[in-house]
């Protein structure tokens, strides 16, 4: 007879993936998740709960929730009172039962059909009229009573009906119905701020609810307010044993063991169907299940790039005027498509014909790639125009932090360090506020339970304090701005005089965090500007030496404070003459980087005798499309008043698409594409752009499936990659090699053609690696200390171990040959450092992104909104579905910085424009909810479809 396990059986419903992977019985490490459930299920199942005061039971959860899974002493202290609070809660409604004990931590097997099923049960009690046998789930209920889906129906889960066969078999001499339940120890509707009430002081919920108790509603609508809102605080109060909070129990007749049987003779292998539930995000196997492996045959070849420069410019008269400036502040309101880089460059050419050197000119872009294509540019009219004794490497062309860092990176000493000082990493930054968090022992307005939460309107502890931090560097706060700029307009009800002690409480803070960077010769990319600002006022001397007599900014729409106070100071030196800043109000859209569109707004207050120089003409796009952007442009306040003159032929009217439901809109999209692939579009000329990542994801499944080659080009973090990932797992297998899994996981993404080896065969050659790897480090390990092979010492070799093992996979991933690449620059001295290091980066869920190649591929591109800024295309299919509007409407800054967003991705559009949105009319909570962009859009043929 075969023996299965019931969490095999669980996966096997669940994903037959993970319960395949999961027959291996390879080790992983142990999560703080696990850690905490084995916590609460050791008091439950193994001490008299009943008779512990409070301060044993704290005592015991404290003993035994160990320190290593916690970023801080807070997070630890708050883990061990929300567990003390769970249990106590149970606890207490478990001693008004007053039931008998009849047996704990059961461990046995059911037998159905030719199966024995091995399962366990925490705890069993008497209660009078049944017998209840439990299992302690430290979640809320998953199950309901009213479930829509028959999944999650209490009377069709197989773990229930197994526990209650276990217990008629165990306790049938009892001669009293056998009922099996799941405690959950949470509360179903537990409410974040309540529950965080009930942590700091419960009798304020007590007397909140017993008002709530007194009041007479006098309408349905205001009772059912008041019935939700005591339904929140008793949840979190008590434990509830009423059916379908607390508890969930199965006392059915539903005989499932024919599912149990089907379930326990599926056939499983690596190609075994993959679950898309919600935990998958926290699935040990999500490395292994996410990956894809990619064919090279796959028809996404590499196109050919245009040359950025081509030949004479026939120049508007506004760029004539644009390029003969020699002297003054000039704002050049530039629209998009209207040709600014060729047009700075073209200046900077006539700089150098007048006579100017390279070391007269500092031109400044926002992106190294930026920088690269303006040399390239400048090399190319150098050649042009036979312009002798220029050389690239002498160009002045900076990004405002590589300038920054140019000029630091000779005058360190100046500032206090004690040598040059680095860049710091994320991991850096985490470790310095950790070590802050240690000595500021409790703040109350952090959260220090999820100390690295970071969603739009939740952030962690860390989290929360770099944002103040650079916020602060961004915008050049002191404690009083910061208030009335961030502070006030947080969710909150504090008092000025609290406002006023968080503020000073942040600058200590921000003082320390500054001091322990400089401490350890770092700095960040803020500093960079801010350094600089620091040596020219306090050597006023270098405003000579690092000055220029021209200065021309590109993208000045994306600038925040402190550039804006270094280009004050440059401006101050002897020998300048002119500021030309380049950019579009319309296009400012990186508000989340701290940068603000009022710089180019107000640049003619914050400098003298300001003149203006508009670029209108657009040779992108055709008349239609700059007329629908036109008009979306000019709805908002906050704008310098101009309109994109387009100088192409007239083209089709941009058309606005409505659908009832998503699924019609995204097969419409698929179709559109096939179309316009059939009339002879190159794919890499046809873009889907849309707002979130996550939309060009389900789309590029469609395409997939339809063999469409396509092509992901928005930012990707370095950690959202599985190769990375892989990299990552390996080292914690470095570390311990008891968790081999990870050394699994690494074999059969460095080479799929292991997934088709049989199940034992794969076993022992994972097993023969483990042994080659050990006795490798080993034999360096036996190595005296001080012996060096080849110049080499032992812990080289030991990394260099490393580094050979993960070539296979680097080899075929650009994201991964960019990461280690930039784990390489950093020296550590021992194997166990670079090991660290690595866990690190996951630890502090490292949000550090890769910067992706220029190269264009024969492939349909999706891409983000944000990522499509200074790219175009012959045709966009731009979906607005998940642009933000009815949330933000109230906030003006907001509401305006996404219609520019919106504005940014239509004019990304040079022949045909395709704007698609749905009403979400199959989903009865959000019937008729759609973007309100959708009805400010103007000059658009409108379709329903």
Known sequence: MENIKLYQLKNIKQCPFKAYISQFDFKTLVNKSAMIRKVYKNVLCNYNFIKLSQSQLKDIISEQLEDKYFLTNQEKEIEMLTILNNLTRYIEYEKTLNRKLLARNIYNNIQIGDKNIELNADIVF?????????????????????????????????????????????????????????YHLKGKSEDKNTYEQFLNDKSVLISKLNELNSIVPNDKKEKKSIDKQIKTIKDVLYFDNTQGNNIISFDYDNDLSDEIIELSNTKLNFNSEKCQSSDCEFCNYGTLCNHKYIDKSDGVEEVESLKKCN????????????????????????????????????????????????????????????????????????????????Y????????????????????????????KPQLATMM????????????????????????????????????????????????????????ENVLIKEKGNL?????????????????????????????????????????????????????????????????????VDLLHLLSKCDR?????????????????????????????????????????????????????????????????????????????????????????ENKYIVNLIQEKIREGMSKHEICYIARTKKELLELQKLLNEKGIPNMVEASELYLDNTNVQCIINLANFFRNMEQDYYLMEYLLIADNRLLEIDKESFKEIVQTIKNEIMEEVQEINNKVDDESIEGVNKEELKINCFYKRIQSIIDKDEVAKSFIENIQNRKFYTFNELLSYLYKIALYNDDTSIKKDDKKYNAVILTTAHSSKGKEWSVVINSINKYKYEDIKNDLDLLEEERRLLFVSLTRAKDELYITYNTNQNKARNKGKYCLFADELQDVQKIEE
């Open 576 to 664: 300048f003459k002119s500021l030309m800043v380049v950019g579009d109000n319309s296009q400012a859209i990186y508000s989340f980087r701290n940068t603000t569109p009022k710089n180019i707004l107000k640049f003619d207050r914050e400098f003298k005798n300001v003149k203006d120089i508009f670029l209108l003409n657009n040779f992108r796009s055709t008349p239609q499309i700059c007329n629908v952007a036109n008009k979306l442009d000019k709805l908002n306040s906050q704008r310098i008043d101009k309109e994109i003159i387009s100088k192409k032929e007239n083209g089709q009217i941009p058309q606005l698409l409505e659908f009832k439901i998503i699924n019609n």
């Open 126 to 182: 008497d209660n009078g009229n049944n017998i209840e046998i439990i299992k302690y789930k430290t979640s809320s209920t998953k199950l309901s009573y009213k479930a829509r889906t028959e999944k999650n129906l209490p009377y069709n889960d197989i773990e229930l009906y197994l526990l209650r066969n276990l217990g008629e078999k165990l306790f049938s001499q009892y001669n009293k119905p056998i009922v099996a339940s799941y």
């Open 392 to 419: 690239p490497r002498n160009l002045n062309i900076f990004t405002f932090n590589s300038f920054g860092e140019s000029v630091i990176s000779k005058e360190w000493g100046k500032l206090g360090f004690t040598e």
């Open 428 to 483: 850096d930054i985490n470790d310095i506020i950790k070590e802050l968090l240690k000595e500021y022992n409790k703040i109350e307005w952090l959260n220090y339970k999820n100390p690295l939460l970071n969603y739009p309107n939740a952030k962690g502890a860390f989290k929360q304090l770099l944002i103040y931090f650079n916020l602060i560097k961004s915008f050049n706060y002191n404690a009083v701005s910061l208030i």
């Open 495 to 563: 008092s000025i005089k609290e406002l006023k002690e968080k503020s000073f409480l942040i600058f200590d803070l921000y003082d320390k965090f500054n001091e322990k960077l400089q401490e350890k010769n770092l700095l960040q990319y803020q500093d960079q500007v801010l350094y600089l600002i620091e040596l020219l006022e306090e050597y006023p001397e270098l405003k000579n030496m690092y000055g220029y007599k021209h200065i021309i900014v590109d993208e000045y729409q994306d600038t925040d404070s402190t550039q």
């Open 311 to 390: 030949g004479e410019v026939k120049l508007t008269e506004a760029q004539k005027q644009v390029v003969g400036i020699e002297e003054g502040n000039y704002r050049v309101n530039s629209v998009a498509g209207s040709g600014k880089s060729t047009t700075m460059v073209l200046r900077a050419i006539e700089l150098f014909k007048k006579g100017y050197k390279p070391n007269d000119i500092l031109m400044i872009t926002f992106t190294n790639k930026g920088c690269e294509e303006l040399k390239e540019k400048i090399t190319y009219w150098l050649s042009y125009y036979d312009i002798k004794g220029i």
